[in-house]
């Protein structure tokens, strides 16, 4: 009886055994590639930091300077954006200024600085050198940053997966035609970039601003082109 039983949970477990190896083929059998897709397109908004920066002999000189330039600015920034609830000011910041003076070959104190930072998005590009020649009547420190996109990206995204999506299944067409196998079901598709991530350019280029005159590299109003590039991961499986 033990013999017989032996047998049969031997004979059973080969069974099994040669269908979970079986299965395991089977599911191996698959082509994998990543596919490509890249939309351009030129940006038509931008979102510009402006900083401000006062040195005076007493703190209370230096804040009331900073904010009498954050509210001139505020005033311009108001007139090209339609929604004020989107512009940011952070809080003023305090502290004592130094140089280093060159014959004392020492740092010597130089008076109280005031620094703040105003953050807002123009939607119309058009409007920036507009925009450039009204802040320069005003005493600010630099444009210290300025953020490049285009305000249909995430449609632009979408083109770009659509485009990933085709060439990933073209690419498993060539491979298997090349390698004289027929294809069956799509298994699996897999991206790691959504449709709802921000893409820009950004411009890091220090335009600051001494006197009535601009120094710094310069800012361009227009931005670069921008790339919008998805990256699609794709299993198919193979049928012979």
Do not use: C
Not at 4 to 25: E, K, R
Not at 132 to 146: P, Q, S, V, Y
Not at 217 to 229: A, E, P
Request: charged residues 20%; proline residues 1%.
């Amino acid at each position: 009886m033990r013999k017989t039983f032996f047998f049969l949970f031997s004979s059973l477990s080969l069974f099994s055994f040669s269908i979970y190896a079986q299965n395991t083929i089977k599911l191996d059998r698959k082509i994998s590639v990543v596919g490509s897709g890249t939309v351009t397109a030129f940006p038509d908004a931008a979102q510009i930091t402006i900083s401000f920066l006062h040195i005076k002999p007493t703190l209370r000189e230096a804040i009331n300077e900073n904010q009498l330039t954050s509210e001139q600015v505020l005033k311009i920034v108001k007139k090209y954006v339609s929604d004020s609830t989107e512009i940011q000011t952070s809080l003023i910041s305090t502290d004592k200024s130094y140089k280093w003076d060159q014959k004392l070959s020492k740092e010597v104190f130089v008076g109280f600085q005031s620094s703040q930072k105003l953050i807002f998005t123009l939607k119309n590009l058009n409007k920036f050198q507009d925009f450039t020649e009204e802040l320069l009547k005003t005493k600010f420190n630099k444009i210290e940053r300025i953020f490049y996109f285009n305000t249909n990206s995430k449609n632009l995204l979408i083109q770009a997966q659509e485009l990933a999506v085709q060439d990933a299944i073209e690419t498993s067409e060539r491979l298997a035609a090349n390698s004289k196998v027929t294809l069956g079901k799509i298994m699996t598709i897999e991206t790691k970039n959504s449709s709802n991530e921000t893409v820009g350019t950004n411009s890091n280029n220090n335009f600051q601003s001494f006197s009535k005159g601009m120094g710094g590299r310069g800012v361009s109003s227009s931005g670069d082109l921008i790339n919008y590039t998805i990256k699609v991961f794709v299993e198919t499986e193979l049928l012979n």
